[in-house]
C-alpha cells in the first residue's frame, strides 16, 4: 500500500507539472518573428550595434562571428573570443546553409532558416549575408513587424577604406599558401564573400581604384532599403548613441556607454600582423629551399668532378 501510493503521488505531480507546463505556453508570448533587423553593410557599426542589443536583452544572430548550435549564441568568434571548440561546433553547418541560400534563386531555402531561427529564440540578426540587398529586403518583407536599422559609416571614403582593409585581412587569413593554415570556419566564410561579391559584380577584395564601384554599390543599398521599409519601421544610424536606438525600440537607455568596439582598429592590425609573420615565413622557406638546392648543386659538381678525375686518370694509365 505505501509502494501503491508513492506511485500515486508521483504520478499526480508529474501531471500536475505538466498541466503548469502546459499553460505557462499558452499564456506566455512566443516570438513569431525577428524584433530587430541590421541591414548595414560591414564596417558601419555592427559589431557595437550587435553589443548594444544584448545590452538591451535582445538574442542577436550574427553569421560569421558567433556560434549558433541549439538556440544557444557564442560571441566574438571571428575575434578570438570564444573557444576554438565552441568556434567549430554547429556553427560550420549554418555558414554552408546561408551559402545555398545566397546562390539559390528562390527564397523557400531562406525563409525556412529564418524561421528556424526565430524559433531557435533569436529575436535580431544583422551583418553578412544582408549586405546582399535581395536577403536585406525579403527579411523586410518576411517579417514587416520588425524594426530595420540600417547603419551608415559617417564617410563613404573611410568606410570603404575599412572595408578594403576587412576583406583584404579575410583574404590573408584564408590563403591557400600561408604560415597558418586557415580553419574550415574561415574558408567557409571567404565562399560566402566571394557569393555576394559574385552577385553584385564586384571583387572580392578591392582595390583603390575600385572605390567609386564599391561606393555606388553602397548607396544603392542603402536607397533599396529607405525604399522598402514603411514609414516608421526604419532607423537610419550615421552616428552611434543610446538615445536614437532607444527611442526607436522603445527601450530605456542603458546606464553604461554606447559600445564601441573598434573592430576596424584590430583588423588594421591583425593584417599587418598576417603579413609580416607571412614574409617571415616565406623568406625562412626560401633560404631552406636556396640552402637545400645549393647543397643538392654543390654535391653534384663534386660528384662529376670525381667522375671526371676518374676518367682522366684512366685515359692516362
Known amino acids: 500500500l505505501e509502494f501503491l501510493a508513492q506511485n500515486v503521488h508521483l ?20 516570438s513569431s518573428s525577428f524584433k ?5 553593410f560591414p564596417k558601419t557599426g555592427l559589431a557595437n550595434l550587435e553589443k548594444a542589443l544584448e545590452l538591451l536583452q ?34 560550420l553547418e549554418d555558414l554552408q546553409k546561408w551559402l545555398a541560400i545566397i546562390n539559390s534563386e ?27 540587398t535581395r536577403i536585406a529586403l525579403r ?16 564617410g563613404k571614403e573611410e568606410w570603404f577604406e575599412q572595408y578594403r582593409i576587412h576583406m583584404k585581412d579575410l583574404q590573408v587569413e584564408s590563403a591557400r599558401f600561408t604560415a597558418h593554415a586557415a580553419s574550415p570556419r574561415v574558408l567557409a566564410m571567404r565562399k560566402i564573400d566571394e557569393a555576394i561579391a559574385a552577385k553584385k559584380e564586384l571583387p572580392l577584395v578591392p582595390r583603390e581604384s575600385d572605390a567609386d564601384r564599391f561606393i555606388a554599390a553602397y548607396d544603392k543599398h542603402s536607397a533599396d532599403v529607405k525604399a522598402a521599409a514603411k514609414s ?15 527611442t526607436f525600440l522603445n527601450r530605456e537607455e542603458p546606464l553604461t556607454a554606447y559600445p564601441t568596439l573598434n573592430t576596424a ?27 637545400f ?3 643538392v648543386v654543390h654535391w653534384a659538381w663534386n660528384k662529376h668532378r670525381s667522375a671526371a678525375k676518374v676518367c682522366d686518370e684512366k685515359s692516362t694509365v
Open 106 to 132: 528562390s527564397y523557400d531555402q531562406l525563409d525556412a532558416f529564418a524561421d528556424r531561427l526565430v524559433d531557435q529564440g533569436f529575436d535580431a540578426i544583422l551583418d553578412v549575408p544582408l549586405d546582399y
Open 293 to 295: 638546392l645549393l647543397s
Open 36 to 40: 530587430v533587423i541590421g541591414v548595414g
Open 232 to 246: 516608421g519601421q526604419l532607423l537610419v544610424m550615421p552616428e552611434a548613441g543610446w538615445q536614437p536606438l532607444c
Open 11 to 30: 504520478v499526480a505531480m508529474t501531471r500536475m507539472r505538466l498541466c503548469r507546463a502546459l499553460a505557462l505556453a499558452v499564456l506566455l508570448p512566443v
Open 265 to 291: 582598429a584590430y583588423e588594421a592590425a591583425h593584417l599587418r600582423f598576417q603579413q609580416s609573420y607571412n614574409h617571415k615565413f616565406y623568406f625562412f622557406v626560401v633560404v631552406i629551399l636556396g640552402g
Open 58 to 91: 535582445f538574442k542577436v544572430y550574427r553569421m560569421g562571428h558567433g556560434i549558433h548550435h541549439g538556440g544557444k549564441a557564442f560571441h566574438g568568434a571571428r575575434h578570438g573570443h570564444a573557444s576554438k571548440e565552441d568556434q567549430h561546433r554547429g556553427h
Open 139 to 154: 527579411l523586410i518583407e518576411r517579417y514587416p513587424d520588425a524594426k530595420v536599422v540600417l547603419t551608415e559609416h559617417i
